[in-house]
C-alpha cells in the first residue's frame, strides 16, 4: 500500500484549509469501504481527511423533522431509544447491514456517498423521502435523496463537498413499513433488496401513499414512482397486486453478476413487492384495520 497523509480536522475551516493544502485528498469516515478500495489499489490517495473530529456531522435530533448527522454510525441508529419506532422500516435496514464489527464503525453518511446500488440504508431512506445536506466552501444545499445517486460509486456531491445531515419529516402514525433483503448467506452484500412504505386511508380501504425502493437491482437504488402511482388511491386486490408485480419486474434493470443472475434479481423485487404489499395491508382476504 502506498503512504498517504492521514488529516483530523476539527472543523469544517479546517477541512476546505485541508483540501487546498492536499488537493485530490479524499474524505473518510468509517473506513469500512474506503479501506478495502485503498488496500485492493483501487484508489491511492495522496492524503486522506478524517471526518470523526468535526462535532457537527455527530448526532440525531428528533423533532417533527428528524435531522441524523452523517458520522451518526449503523450501531448509534440500532441502539438509539426512539429511532426503532418512529423509523422501523430504517432499523430494520440498518440491522441487515453487515456484521456487528462492521456496525459499530460503518457510517450512514458512508453508506450513502460510497454510492452502491446495494447500499442498505439507501432504501428505507428513499421511501421515507429523505433530503440530504451537502457542505461546501461556498455553503450548504438540500438534495433530495432520489437525486442524490448517480451512477455506481458516484454521487451528485461536488468536489469537497461534504454530506453532513440527513432530514426527514417525521411519518404519519397511519405509516407502515418494511424492508426486506436476500443475500447468498445472511450476513452478506444485497443481491437484492426492496422497501415499502404505505399510509393507510383511514376513510377505508386502499393506500393514500405508497413509496417503493428496490436495491441491486438497477445502477443505482431506485425509487419505483410507476408502481408507486398504480397502487396509490386505487382499490386493492390479489389482481392489482399481481399488475404491480409484473410492472416492478418490468422497470427494474439488474445485472448478472458474482452474487446472482439478472433474471433471479427480477423476480426477487416482484416475489418483495408481494409478499411486502401483502403484509402490510392485505391479509388473508382482509384489511388490516387495527393500527
Ligand atoms: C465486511 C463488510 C460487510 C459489509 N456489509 C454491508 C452490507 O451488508 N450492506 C451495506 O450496505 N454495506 C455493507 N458494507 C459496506 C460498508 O460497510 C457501508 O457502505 C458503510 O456504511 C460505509 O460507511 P463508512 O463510514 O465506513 O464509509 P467510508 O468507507 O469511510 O467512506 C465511503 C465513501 O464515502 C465517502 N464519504 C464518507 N462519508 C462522507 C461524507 N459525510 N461526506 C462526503 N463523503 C463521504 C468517502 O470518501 C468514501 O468515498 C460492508 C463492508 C464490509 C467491509
Known amino acids: 500500500m502506498n503512504g498517504y497523509d492521514y488529516l483530523i480536522p476539527k ?7 485541508l483540501n487546498k493544502k492536499f488537493p485530490g485528498a479524499g474524505y473518510i469516515a468509517g473506513g469500512t469501504d474506503l479501506m ?3 488496500k485492493q489499489r483501487e484508489i491511492r490517495p495522496r492524503a486522506l481527511i478524517s471526518l470523526r473530529s468535526i462535532p457537527e456531522l455527530s448526532g440525531i435530533d428528533i423533532g417533527d423533522t428528524i435531522r441524523l448527522g452523517a458520522m451518526t454510525t449503523i450501531t448509534d441508529l440500532i441502539q438509539h431509544p426512539e429511532l426503532g419506532r418512529i423509523l422501523p422500516v430504517l432499523i430494520q435496514a440498518a440491522k ?6 462492521i456496525r459499530n464503525v460503518a457510517t450512514l453518511g458512508g453508506n450513502l456517498c460510497n454510492c452502491s446500488p446495494c447500499a442498505d440504508t439507501a432504501l428505507p431512506l428513499l421511501v421515507l423521502e429523505a433530503r440530504v445536506v451537502l457542505k461546501g466552501p461556498e455553503g450548504a444545499r438540500e438534495v433530495p435523496l432520489s437525486d442524490f445517486f ?5 454521487s451528485c456531491l461536488l468536489p469537497g463537498e461534504i454530506l453532513t445531515d440527513i432530514l426527514l419529516d417525521r411519518p404519519s ?5 418494511v424492508f426486506m433483503k436476500k443475500g447468498r448467506v445472511r450476513m452478506d452484500l444485497a443481491i437484492a433488496s426492496f422497501a415499502l412504505l404505505v399510509e393507510i386511508k383511514s376513510s377505508g380501504p386502499g393506500c393514500s401513499k405508497v413509496r417503493i425502493a428496490a436495491g441491486s437491482v438497477a445502477p ?13 388511491n386505487t382499490g386493492i386486490s390479489e389482481e392489482i397486486f399481481l399488475n ?18 439478472e433474471d433471479y434479481r427480477r423476480r426477487i423485487v416482484g416475489v418483495y413487492l408481494k409478499r411486502a404489499l401483502r403484509k402490510l395491508i392485505y391479509t388473508n382476504g382482509e384489511w388490516h384495520k387495527e393500527k
Not at 173 to 177: E, G, L
Not at 220 to 232: A, D, I
Not at 244 to 261: H, L, N, W, Y
Open 220 to 232: 443505482v437504488p431506485l425509487r419505483l414512482k410507476e408502481v408507486e402511482q398504480l397502487l396509490e
Open 173 to 177: 402514525v397511519d405509516t407502515r413499513s
Open 11 to 17: 472543523s469544517f475551516t479546517e477541512v476546505w484549509d
Open 244 to 261: 404491480a408485480q409484473k410492472m416492478a419486474e418490468g422497470i427494474v434493470s439488474p445485472i448478472t453478476d458474482i452474487r446472482s443472475t
Open 36 to 38: 478495502v478500495r485503498i
Open 150 to 154: 448517480v451512477s455506481p460509486g458516484e
Open 96 to 101: 441487515r447491514l453487515g456484521g456487528t464489527q
